[in-house]
């Protein structure tokens, strides 16, 4: 693990990150967890909602890509209908993923799955098909998911349920 290379690369998001997102680094012994609260984006179904992010950095970042999650559930064709809120995102692939990328453009295209999510990619197939073809009822359950999980402050799950 570079501790150098997570140091600059919080340092970078701390001081500029992404429009609506707030990062923090919870536990003073652990610069590899990071809790990012995001405001949902305006002009989507999840503006009025605020969500809790884990960015997990493993043994071998950069070469390896982070692991991130949603601590809040959100209804989404892109993240796990429960409580893991495991992401899909294309650059987070081992495949894709590439040393050079900034965390600060890493948290920025899980921001974007808000405003677009990818419904050619999904995780939960049901919820990708109701964003192409049923926009009216994903939007009202993608809202009462908002009025359900995401107002008032985010929750983190404990540092034991992060081992």
Not at 60 to 85: C, E, M, Q, W
Request: aromatic share 10%.
């Amino acid at each position: 693990m570079s501790s150098k290379r997570i140091a600059k690369d919080f340092a970078n998001c701390s001081a500029n990150p992404p429009a609506g997102m707030t990062i923090t680094m919870p536990y003073e012994d652990d610069i590899t967890v990071w809790h990012v609260t995001l405001q949902g984006p305006a002009d989507t179904v999840y503006a009025k909602g605020q969500y809790g992010i884990v960015v997990r950095l493993p043994d071998n970042y950069p070469f390896k890509p982070p692991v991130i999650t949603f601590a809040t559930r959100i209804y989404h064709p892109n993240v796990t209908n429960d409580s893991l809120g495991n992401i899909c995102l294309a650059m987070l692939k081992t495949d894709n993923w590439k040393p050079a990328y900034p965390m600060v453009n890493v948290l920025e295209a899980v921001r974007n799955l808000l405003v677009e999510p990818q419904p050619d990619d999904p995780l939960e197939a049901r919820i990708a098909d109701e964003y192409r073809n049923k926009r009216d009822v994903f939007d009202k359950e993608a809202a009462q998911y908002v009025a359900r999980y995401a107002t008032g402050a985010p929750k983190f799950p404990d540092r034991s349920a992060l081992a």
